[in-house]
């Protein structure tokens, strides 16, 4: 199994460089977040979404734009990168609110910002 | 103890004893907690967790312990050994169980 894969696992960006992080799951789980995690610190949520077509702010949302356009796939768009976007970001998914079970989470993409 | 915002704490145990990892939540309605453990260049793997009808749980050298009063949870792990250096997180459903929130972690450092 799968599971949650992100791609791609590392990025070099320039500053105003757009990009887009790929997380897919195989698992049919209603619900995907994305996750950023900066050094020495914990997974601060950017956005997430409950359902193909729907996605909603986290905490950190500045800077970023998200899209699910099917139930599978949970994209993460950097517009304009700044140095401030360098971190690790995680995807995670669950198979729905309600069910109270575990997160499944990818293994992470490494932002560079220059 | 975790606390959000701030840098990881860390805790340092001698391979052979038990370590115990503290969480505190603010929510008093929340009603369920999972333990994430996350080493070093992976994502976080799910180790156990608890509802709030329980006070414990026990897994694999692993227990959970809930205190609902004073809103404080616990992971102790028997016997520690090296491959439990790692960060872990306590999270809990947040948003209507639409979100997942996530402590800030404390760093388990495992002295041989």
């Known amino acids: 199994n799968a599971g949650v894969t992100q791609t791609p696992k590392f990025r070099v960006l320039k500053t105003g460089q757009s990009m887009t992080l790929l997380c897919a799951q195989d698992?049919?789980?209603?619900?995907m977040y994305w996750y950023r995690q900066d050094p020495g610190m914990g997974l601060r949520l950017i956005h997430y979404?409950?359902?193909?077509?729907?996605?909603a702010k986290g905490e950190v949302p500045d800077g970023y734009n998200v899209s699910r356009l099917k139930k599978q796939n949970f994209l993460l768009g950097l517009e304009s990168a700044a140095p401030s976007q360098t971190s690790v970001y995680f995807c995670?998914?669950?198979?729905?609110?309600?069910?109270?079970?575990?997160?499944?989470f990818g293994q992470g993409t490494r932002l560079t910002v220059v | 103890g975790e606390s959000v915002g701030l840098h990881l704490p860390t805790l340092s145990v001698q391979e052979g004893d038990n370590s115990i990892i503290n969480c505190a939540y603010s929510?008093?309605?929340?009603?369920?907690f999972i333990w994430y453990k996350q080493e070093s260049g992976k994502g976080p793997q799910f180790i156990i967790d608890?509802?709030?009808?329980?006070d414990k749980r026990q897994g694999q050298r692993v227990t959970v312990l809930l205190n609902k009063t004073v809103k404080h949870l616990s992971l102790q792990i028997a016997a520690t050994q090296p491959g439990d250096s790692a960060v872990y997180f306590c999270?809990?459903?947040?948003?209507?169980?639409?979100?997942?929130?996530f402590g800030t972690g404390t760093q388990l450092k495992v002295e041989l």
């Open positions: 995670a998914s669950i198979p729905g609110a309600g069910l109270n079970t575990e997160a499944f």
């Open positions: 698992m049919n789980h209603e619900y």
């Open positions: 979404s409950v359902g193909e077509g729907t996605t």
């Open positions: 929510n008093s309605a929340s009603d369920y």
């Open positions: 608890i509802r709030s009808n329980m």
């Open positions: 999270a809990e459903p947040s948003g209507g169980g639409n979100k997942l929130t």
